[in-house]
């Protein structure tokens, strides 16, 4: 069965009176996003000359923005988000290489078998299916999406969930063992940061800037 439970998330108003005179940047409320990749992307804009502002967005929310041109770019997503029917480009080089982690509580069966388990409750982030490139009927386990990383590690260390399953770029790791927590990747993406199509030209530009950031840690 899956559940989709809604949670609101407060946003700015910046994007709700959007116009080309500020340039926002959308990004999800992970810990890794916001003390790493959002001051790299902060940093590699200054160096061509915007001064954008950020606004915290949910993982669905977030892309939809972006698509309808309410927010001009996102942080870092998986490059599978950009597709030839939306208006989303990826700019290189990427960020670092992530993967959709199956996280099991101590004393826990970690196996790729939970996932078709009807009996198992697994706490997931949205565009959990997407990411893996599932379609949400091929998985008996009991599925309940959550928009906010923090959330769903709260709810795995409470005990609320035995199981969850998160986006990493494996920073976290050494984190989830001294927890208890085993991990297995389920699939592995690249982590890139991605444009609105009507800023193509800042594509090039950004590239460079991008990758004399990660040269510079």
């Given amino acids: 069965m899956f559940i989709l439970l809604s949670f609101a998330v407060f946003i700015g108003h910046a994007y709700a009176d959007h116009d080309d005179e500020h340039f926002i940047i959308g990004y999800v409320n992970h810990p890794r996003v916001v003390n790493h990749y959002k001051p790299l992307i902060e940093k590699a804009y200054q160096e061509i000359g915007i001064n954008a502002t950020f606004e915290v967005v949910g993982g669905e929310r977030g892309l939809r923005l972006l698509n309808q ?3 001009d770019a996102d942080v870092i997503r ?3 988000v950009a597709t030839l ?3 989303l480009i990826v700019v290189e080089p990427a960020l670092a290489y992530g993967a959709s982690l199956l996280l099991c509580a101590r004393g826990m069966l970690c196996s790729k078998s939970v996932l078709h388990d009807p009996d198992t409750a697994i706490a997931v982030t949205t565009r959990f299916f997407y990411n893996i490139d599932s379609d949400p009927s091929s998985l008996q386990a009991n599925i309940s999406e959550f928009e906010d990383f923090n959330q769903v590690i709260t ?3 409470s005990g609320r969930f035995n199981y969850a399953i998160l986006p990493s770029d494996f920073s976290e ?5 001294k927890a208890g927590i085993e991990y297995l990747p389920l699939v592995t993406h690249k982590l890139v940061h991605v444009i609105n199509k009507k800023h193509v030209a800042l594509k090039t530009p950004l590239s460079r800037a ?3 950031q990660l040269k510079n840690q």
């Avoid at 790791?173 to 063992?177: D, G, L, P």
């Fill in 155 to 157: 709810l795995l260390r």
């Fill in 85 to 87: 029917d939306n208006n």
């Fill in 69 to 71: 041109e309410m927010t």
């Fill in 210 to 212: 991008i990758a004399n």
């Fill in 78 to 80: 998986y490059e599978i």
């Fill in 173 to 177: 790791n050494e984190i989830f063992e």
